[in-house]
């Protein structure tokens, strides 16, 4: 469902094989994390970023390159000064 009005950044961040969310790969046919961000928050301000960890599942938090995922949420973090 879209929310116009969130105005803040957004991080949308998945696994590339993250069945319940992509159906398939979420590389293909486009980056659909990038899809979805801009489809559901396309008010979320500059700053705001999506990202795929590769050969993960929906359990992102138990695949070996979690750590990756983290890393990469908490630059957003620093960097969006939350």
């Known amino acids: 469902m879209p929310t116009p009005e969130f105005k803040g950044p ?8 993250d069945l319940p ?10 980056n ?15 700053g705001s970023s999506s990202y795929i960890l590769k050969g993960a599942g929906h359990g992102l938090n138990l695949h070996y390159g979690a750590g990756e ?7 957003f973090i620093a ?3 939350l």
């Open 79 to 81: 960097k969006n000064g």
């Open 32 to 46: 659909k994390a990038e899809a979805v961000k801009g489809a559901s928050y396309p008010s979320a301000r500059e």
């Open 21 to 30: 969310f992509c159906q398939s790969s979420c590389f293909v046919p486009e």
């Open 69 to 75: 995922a983290y890393k990469h949420m908490f630059e």
């Open 10 to 17: 957004i991080d949308l961040v998945d696994g590339e094989n």
